[in-house]
């Protein structure tokens, strides 16, 4: 079953939400080498199954767009998806590595697809794909910096939801509790609240 934009909206939010109650406990810097950023926990853990699985399933969803219906060899690629496949297929048209998004808490941006343009993964994605199926080893692995890095990715693949294709994408629908997608990069506001996609 096909979901819409608000679906993932919605989803996006309530992720959000558990990422601020971490932060509850684990404040962000804006020094990504600050010993907050090291720590691992079970929470953190959890996070990371939750946004890393939506962000693969919103990938999915780009991918099954009929606007892809024309490439060669789309069915075997719907079948057998995977990363590359989402950095073959879709990062020619969305370029994602090239997005920014400036964190409120922090006042600094991010770039949350880093490295998907090239052969390497977002430094986060690595890990949740290494090892999602080893919790004990993820609880180690996976920190603050991941699952802010992560729901900037979430986000983006949300605002790209393909049901918005074509029609206006209104800014002020999306929580600026964490990111501001007015101070980001490329702006993803023009004019006073809305942008065409």
């Not at 810097?29 to 953190?44: A, E, H, I, M, Q």
Request: hydrophobic share 40%; charged share 25%; with cysteine.
């Amino acid at each position: 079953m096909t979901r819409d934009y608000q679906f993932f909206l919605r989803r996006y939010e309530q992720i959000e939400a558990d990422y601020i109650e971490i932060t509850d406990f684990i404040e962000p810097k804006d020094d990504f080498s600050d010993p907050s950023y090291t720590v691992g926990s079970s929470r953190l853990m959890d996070f990371c199954i939750k946004v890393g699985t939506e962000v693969e399933t919103i990938f999915r969803e780009i991918l099954n767009n009929q606007r892809f219906d024309q490439l060669v060899d789309i069915s075997a690629k719907r079948k057998n998806q995977s990363i590359d496949i989402y950095r073959e297929v879709i990062e020619p048209i969305y370029q994602l590595s090239g997005n920014k998004l400036y964190v409120i808490s922090i006042r600094k941006e991010i770039a949350p697809f880093e490295n998907f343009s090239s052969v390497g993964y977002p430094k986060w994605f690595s890990i949740y794909s290494k090892y999602k199926h080893d919790k004990l080893e993820l609880i180690n692995r996976w920190n603050l910096e991941h699952s802010l890095f992560a729901l900037g990715s979430l986000l983006l693949l949300v605002i790209n939801h393909p049901s918005l294709e074509n029609k206006m994408f209104r800014i002020h629908h999306v929580s600026r509790l964490v990111f501001d997608l007015s101070s980001s990069q490329p702006k993803f506001c023009q004019g006073v609240a809305s942008v065409t996609f």
